[in-house]
């Protein structure tokens, strides 16, 4: 059975750093191409991080340089690095597992519950 489980999120001030960990079980990180999602508040879920069994990844323009994506293969479990948070970074945070390089949500599925993380100024 495919789980993936978010966690790491929390409440920071802009500048903060959080990592997030997503759990995964039912198969192995290392074989998969996965991401990192967010939703905020009244916004359509998008894409920011992504990371090929190669190692490739790509990130939105919005996070390119504060955040980085990263998987543990040992733990099977995939991280999420975030910098210099600010508070547009509000949002819940999901990861899920995809068929293609790309940041659209469309091209992933299995989602997780997801993380709350919140920026305050």
């Known amino acids: 059975q495919v789980q993936l489980v978010e966690s790491g999120g929390g409440s920071v001030q802009a500048g903060g750093s959080l990592r997030l960990s997503c759990a995964v079980s039912?198969?192995?990180?290392?074989?998969?191409?996965m991401g990192w999602f967010r939703q905020g508040p009244g916004k359509e879920r998008e894409g920011v991080a992504i990371?090929?069994?190669?190692?490739?990844?790509r990130y939105s323009d919005s996070v390119k340089g504060r955040f980085t994506i990263s998987k543990d293969n040992a733990k099977n479990t995939l991280y999420l690095q975030m910098n210099s948070l600010k508070p547009e970074d509000t949002a819940m945070y999901y990861c899920?597992?995809?068929?293609?390089?790309?940041?659209?949500?469309?091209?992933?599925?299995?989602w997780g519950q997801g993380t709350q993380v919140t920026v305050s100024s």
């Open positions: 899920a597992v995809g068929y293609a390089l790309n940041l659209s949500p469309a091209y992933f599925g299995s």
């Open positions: 039912g198969f192995t990180v290392s074989s998969y191409l």
């Open positions: 990371i090929d069994r190669d190692g490739m990844t």
